[in-house]
């Protein structure tokens, strides 16, 4: 079976930082895809980041240049790296591999709850 089970996140307030983990099991990890999602109650989950198996990335133009995604395949671990975080960042997120959400699939985790407030 696929587990992704997300954890980092928290409360912080704005221009801090945090750094998401995504530790996932049941899949050959080197050679998926993964993205970081966030979803706010109320909207459809949105794609914040990406890497693929070959380690190029892609981001939302919201959050290019201040989130980093990265993995680390011995791990089977991805992360995402958020500086300058903005309360529009506040959402649950989660992570999966963006092609096989893009088709229609997918086992999702629980996500983590990332909180940006003074």
């Known amino acids: 079976q696929v587990q992704l089970v997300e954890s980092g996140g928290g409360l912080v307030q704005p221009g801090g930082s945090l750094r998401l983990s995504c530790a996932a099991s049941?899949?050959?990890?080197?050679?998926?895809?993964m993205g970081w999602y966030r979803q706010v109650l109320g909207k459809q989950r949105e794609l914040v980041a990406a890497?693929?198996?070959?380690?190029?990335?892609n981001y939302a133009d919201s959050v290019k240049g201040r989130f980093t995604i990265s993995r680390d395949n011995a791990k089977s671990t991805v992360y995402l790296q958020m500086n300058s975080l903005k309360p529009e960042d506040t959402a649950v997120y989660y992570c999966?591999?963006?092609?096989?959400?893009?088709?229609?699939?997918?086992?999702w985790g629980q996500g983590t709850q990332v909180t940006v407030s003074s």
């Open positions: 999966n591999d963006p092609w096989i959400v893009a088709s229609g699939g997918g086992y």
């Open positions: 049941g899949i050959i990890f080197s050679i998926n895809a």
């Open positions: 890497i693929s198996s070959g380690g190029r990335t």
